[in-house]
């Protein structure tokens, strides 16, 4: 239990983590995909609780979707050019 030997030591001093760096899209993928089926989801429900026909369901449902793709993409357009990424 004493002390680390000279090829152990080698083995640490040449030891390189390669962690993950691509945190920051992974946690804007989740959030936005979380996002954006908790919304059309909820509407659905709130509109069968309603009482309406399915083809009204299912249109309100694909302008949700759609509303939101443009939304999220505007959003970060928006973040690209506040950031100076272009734009």
Not at 23 to 43: C, H, K, M, Q, W
């Amino acid at each position: 239990m004493g002390g680390i030997n000279k090829s152990e030591k080698y083995l640490l001093n040449r030891h390189k983590e390669h962690h993950f760096t691509a945190g920051e899209i992974v946690r804007d993928v989740i959030i936005d995909i979380s996002d954006g089926l908790t919304v059309p989801f909820a509407l659905a429900a709130r509109l069968s609780g309603a009482n309406v026909s399915s083809s009204i369901i299912l249109t309100a449902g694909i302008a949700e979707v759609a509303a939101g793709a443009i939304s999220m993409g505007l959003g970060g357009e928006k973040k690209v050019v506040v950031e100076g990424g272009g734009g």
